[in-house]
């Protein structure tokens, strides 16, 4: 079975600065998918990355990097010089290559960014 | 513009009045899928459909109906409504191509109250 832990619930941070948001997950598959989604206080879901079991390489968009390590089974999530409209809660899931395709969530770590 | 929508947006109901969520996609996905987000627990997949005519249960799947007649739509059925059910309901799609699982886009979120 999969599983998705991510153990912040709430991290508070003052605007600029850096945070990292936890993810480290759990599959017996060797091929498998992570993604991180923002939802904002709006509500709506949405996608910010995607990264397949045999990409190990970090990424990079803007502000946002990621960082797969296969060794301690994680896909962390830093946010440079954090801005209020980061403030969100963030979901890492995990889905795998194995006929069917459910994502499984964790609880989501909630960001606020005081200004 | 590529999107998921859903109906209704917001519903309050009684307890065994039946309801349908309607779920629609524009982006010709064979992928469909309910989650439900209650909080501290997260998303948890109610069904999901693989294409036309082939649905499948989630991890919380008592109590809800999905059909799938035509590729674009996935209704959500709650026969006879509970309180328990009461929550945040989201409609997802995406591309599976060969099994290999891409971005889920979400629509907006159907904000259910069962009284």
């Known amino acids: 079975a999969q599983k998705v832990t991510q153990a912040q619930t709430e991290i508070s941070v003052v605007e600029k600065e850096d945070v990292t948001l936890d993810c480290v997950y759990e599959t017996r598959d060797t091929t498998y998918y992570l993604f991180w989604y923002k939802q904002p206080p709006s509500g709506e879901l949405v996608f910010l990355i995607r990264?397949?079991?045999?990409?190990?390489q970090n990424e990079i968009s803007g502000r946002y990097s990621w960082n797969f390590q296969k060794s301690t089974s994680s896909f962390n999530f830093t946010i440079t010089a954090s801005q209020v409209v980061d403030s969100a809660v963030y979901f890492c899931a995990l889905t795998t290559n194995s006929g069917n395709t459910p994502l499984v969530f964790g609880k989501g770590t909630r960001l606020s960014v005081i200004a | 513009e590529a999107q998921v929508t859903q109906n209704p947006r917001y519903l309050i109901t009684v307890t065994g009045k039946k309801l349908t969520v309607t779920c629609s996609q524009n982006?010709?996905?064979?992928?469909m899928s309910w989650y439900r987000q209650d909080p501290g627990l997260g998303l948890r997949q109610i069904y999901y459909?693989?294409?036309?005519?082939?649905?499948d249960k989630g991890d919380v799947p008592e109590g809800y109906k999905v059909s799938r007649k035509e590729k674009r739509n996935f209704p959500l059925i709650l026969e006879s409504p509970s309180p328990n059910q009461t929550s945040l309901y989201f409609c997802?799609?995406?591309?599976?191509?060969?099994?290999?699982?891409?971005?889920?886009?979400f629509g907006p979120g159907t904000r259910l109250t069962v009284t």
């Open positions: 459909s693989m294409n036309v005519e082939v649905t």
């Open positions: 990264r397949n079991s045999f990409d190990e």
């Open positions: 997802a799609s995406s591309l599976s191509v060969t099994g290999v699982p891409y971005e889920q886009y």
């Open positions: 982006m010709n996905h064979e992928y």
